[in-house]
């Protein structure tokens, strides 16, 4: 007859064999807990859409630098899709909590000048995010350059707009400058520590 403490034993290994088969089963891709900005270096303006536009599909994205604004579609989840790449990067999906559409470039062939929408998340390349750290000294920084996984010589950029509450957001080169660096931060939270 088994005791207690064998079935306790026994009960215990079944679920760390289950448990083990689970996580052997998972995919790579892990998402971030949501109610997240995305902040940019240069202003600590927070990625939205362009009059919280949660209904449109390509509904453009901007970036909020006025406190004052606070739009329910500043809020993302950041999927990662795989793990480190050999040249030190990672790929990740941005997908808009309100809105329930990811982030990618206005069109399938993205160039410098094109901005960037929310659309029905798809899981296709154009939606994918290649994020390449800012280091120096060899250290990250926290900082990341958002690129297109499509089109890595190009970046997410800010573009002052209007009377400087808000910018515009379109792809440029990519280089490590502080219009083009994002860090994804707890939502309502200061962003330089």
Known sequence: MPTLRS????????????SGLVAAGATPAAAEPGSRDLINKKDGSRLALVDNNT???????????????????EEWTSQLVSGRLSDGTYN???????A?????PQS????????????????????????????????????WIWRPAV???LALTIDAYGNGSWNTLYLDTSYPSSDRLWALRPNDQPWRN
Request: charged content about 15%; aromatic content about 6%; hydrophobic content about 40%.
């Open 108 to 143: 399938a062939s993205p160039t410098r000048g094109m901005r960037v929408v929310v659309k029905t998340c798809n899981g296709s390349d154009l939606q994918r995010w290649n994020l390449q750290p800012e280091t120096v000294g060899g250290t990250n920084t926290g900082w």
């Open 92 to 98: 990740r999906v941005l997908k808009n909590v309100a």
């Open 7 to 18: 079935t306790a034993i026994a009960a215990s290994s079944a679920v760390l064999a289950l």
């Open 55 to 73: 209904a449109a599909e390509g509904a453009f994205a901007n970036s909020l630098r006025n406190p004052g604004w606070k739009y329910s579609t």
């Open 100 to 104: 329930n559409k990811c982030l990618q």
């Open 151 to 153: 089109n890595s010589k």
